[in-house]
């Protein structure tokens, strides 16, 4: 077994324990926005090991692109997804405000809460 394969596994070995933390957060916390929480941070830095280590282990294959491609578009729309469901928990009084620190949206006026499109072209 070389360097690289014991590198690739320990990514690979880490990568899955993040995910795995992830799924028991979905599972176990108590609202939308922890859940949402715990399906994206550790879940896409758990994916980005995981393709890491297997870039590692496929070492000058073709496929190593299609890694590097399904990471960023991991990266990129992970925090829009994320933003968007929060957004739609929060309007839909789907969240728990005990859990908050502190309630920045509800700060918003309900045009700009909702993105600003309130007929008049603005």
């Known amino acids: 077994m070389?360097?690289?394969?014991?590198?690739?596994?320990?990514?690979?070995?880490?990568g899955s324990a993040?995910?795995?933390?992830?799924?028991?957060?979905v599972v176990r916390f108590?609202?939308?926005?922890?859940?949402?929480h715990a399906a994206t941070k550790p879940?896409?830095?758990?994916l980005l090991l995981v393709l890491?280590?297997?870039a590692i282990r496929l070492r000058g294959h073709p496929d190593v692109g299609m890694l590097i491609l399904t990471g960023l578009f991991t990266l990129i729309t992970a925090p829009?997804?994320?933003?968007r469901v929060g957004q739609l928990a929060y309007r839909e009084q789907n969240i728990r405000d005990d859990l908050l620190t502190r309630d920045e949206?509800?700060?918003l006026p309900a045009e700009r809460e909702s993105g600003g499109h309130d007929g008049t072209g603005r």
């Open 43 to 46: 879940q896409v830095l758990g």
């Open 2 to 14: 070389t360097a690289s394969d014991i590198v690739a596994s320990v990514l690979i070995l880490a």
């Open 30 to 36: 108590p609202d939308t926005l922890s859940r949402m």
């Open 105 to 107: 949206m509800h700060e």
């Open 18 to 25: 993040l995910a795995l933390t992830a799924a028991i957060g």
């Open 52 to 54: 890491a280590g297997a």
């Open 80 to 83: 829009v997804i994320a933003n």
